[in-house]
């Protein structure tokens, strides 16, 4: 589809990566609503990308009904739905066995449940509504692109839940495009791997440096707009479909 044409519901997009995808649909003509439970970032948000382009919608992406009923308030206020990007999710680092305990089965089950069924949530909702979309060029009719990790693939110590998480975003993906492609649906994965954060940004500066030198190339973190540039080219490149992209400068997690 050309960017003009973008409708998006993007997930986690008063910030971070979520933020600079909405910023790449704006800036070429798109229009979104954002989805995230952080009210105070969202009304900033709101006003960083220009209230004629962008809503926001609070909404907690584990939540079934409110995901549904928030999915066609986005339609009807953008004018249609054909984009939904998920970039919500939580770390929930710990390890299985802590120094104190083993790691609580609640803590396993929230990052699965943020993660990936909030994940799956989205995608379903938003598959529901492009279903009754025109079709466009060969056909299409929708898009969702998920985000995964690097750790889905070779997870560090203290990861197996987010790991486990992550894993299960990049092995629903080409399940869900075989199956929404007879609606002219397509599903999509990227998996980042150390991006830049305001987490990062107060880290020492050897911290930095550290991780910096742990990327063969390019040495540096990533940049929330490359991870932006990468969903617009998705969406414009139809031929992209069922696939998980690792965008990650080579970069491979160490044990820990």
């Known amino acids: 589809m050309q960017a003009d044409q973008v409708r998006a519901v993007i997930t986690g997009g008063v910030s971070g990566l979520g933020h600079a995808v ?17 009210d105070d970032k969202g009304a900033a948000a709101v006003a960083d990308l220009g209230a004629g382009h962008a809503h926001n919608l609070r909404t907690d992406d584990t939540d079934e009904a409110a995901v549904a009923a928030n999915m066609a308030a986005a339609k009807a206020r953008l004018g249609g739905l054909n984009v939904a990007v998920n970039c919500a999710g939580i770390l929930g680092a710990g390890r299985v066995l802590g120094r104190e305990a083993a790691m609580p089965l609640d ?27 025109a079709v466009g060029e060969d056909g299409e009719r929708g898009l969702i692109v998920n985000t995964a990790s690097v750790a889905a693939f070779d997870g560090q110590i203290g990861q197996a839940a987010y790991s486990a998480s992550k894993g299960g975003v990049v092995g ?47 040495s540096r973190l990533g940049q929330a707009d490359e991870f932006a540039s990468l969903v617009a080219h998705i969406v414009g490149n139809r031929y992209l479909n069922g696939e998980t992209i690792r965008l990650d400068g080579a970069v491979r997690l160490a044990p820990k």
């Open 22 to 38: 909405a910023r790449q649909f704006v800036a070429h003509g798109g229009k979104v609503v954002l989805f995230d439970v952080n």
């Open 107 to 133: 803590q396993f089950r929230t990052t699965v449940m943020v993660n990936l069924v909030g994940s799956f949530n989205v995608a379903k909702s938003a598959a529901d509504v492009m279903q009754a979309n």
């Open 172 to 218: 629903m993906t080409l399940p869900m495009a075989r199956e929404l492609a007879r609606f002219g649906i397509r599903v999509m994965t990227i998996a980042p791997g150390i991006f830049w954060t305001p987490m990062v940004d107060g880290m020492p500066a050897a911290v930095q440096e550290s991780l910096n030198a742990s990327i063969p190339f390019p």
